[in-house]
């Protein structure tokens, strides 16, 4: 009976080692990512909206999906688990971020065409800018040459 004990003790100090230098490697890689993450992102602050600024969005988002990857497998404990169990959290997940497309779309399209179908609209946000423009030209002081 001591001997299974032993055993057993054995096999879990062994696991236990693993599973740090498993955590540690992970951390690394994440620590990397973000990094990078914030590398590019810096380096896109001065950058005039174009095709290059748009791939170095598209990366950020490719290393933001490839950290959450890595949390939820190792810091939540779902890359060794079966595969239906992983199913039952990606599934609503993806539904999750297709109703959040879903809603940022119909919003998106209901402030484009509110214009088009109801005039009021449209004529509330023209009095708004003519009314802005006014207010400029009445801060202007007479004969400053402005």
């Given at each position: 009976?001591?001997?299974?004990?032993?055993?057993?003790?054995?096999?879990?100090?062994?696991?236990?080692?693993?599973?740090?230098?498993?955590?540690?490697?992970?951390?690394?890689?994440?620590?990397?990512?973000?990094?990078v993450?914030?590398?590019l992102?810096?380096?896109?602050?001065?950058?005039?909206?174009?095709?290059?600024?748009?791939?170095?969005?598209?990366?950020?988002v490719?290393?933001?999906?490839?950290?959450?990857?890595?949390?939820?497998?190792?810091?939540?404990?779902?890359?060794?688990?079966?595969?239906?169990?992983?199913?039952?959290?990606?599934?609503?997940?993806?539904?999750?971020?297709?109703?959040?497309?879903?809603?940022l779309?119909?919003?998106?399209?209901?402030?484009?065409?509110?214009?088009?179908?109801?005039?009021?609209?449209?004529?509330?946000?023209?009095?708004?800018?003519?009314?802005?423009?006014?207010?400029k030209?009445?801060?202007?002081?007479?004969?400053?040459?402005?």
């Amino acid at each position: 009976m001591e001997h299974t004990s032993t055993a057993v003790l054995h096999h879990e100090e062994h696991h236990a080692g693993g599973g740090k230098k498993e955590i540690f490697r992970v951390t690394i890689i994440l620590t990397v990512l973000t990094l990078v993450e914030l590398g590019l992102g810096y380096w896109m602050i001065g950058m005039e909206d174009g095709l290059k600024k748009h791939f170095i969005k598209g990366v950020i988002v490719i290393l933001m999906l490839a950290k959450a990857f890595y949390i939820v497998g190792y810091f939540m404990h779902l890359k060794h688990e079966i595969r239906n169990l992983i199913m039952t959290v990606i599934v609503p997940l993806l539904l999750f971020v297709w109703f959040i497309i879903a809603f940022l779309s119909d919003g998106n399209s209901y402030k484009n065409l509110k214009n088009e179908y109801n005039p009021y609209y449209k004529e509330r946000s023209t009095e708004k800018a003519e009314k802005k423009e006014g207010v400029k030209e009445e801060t202007k002081k007479p004969g400053s040459g402005e």
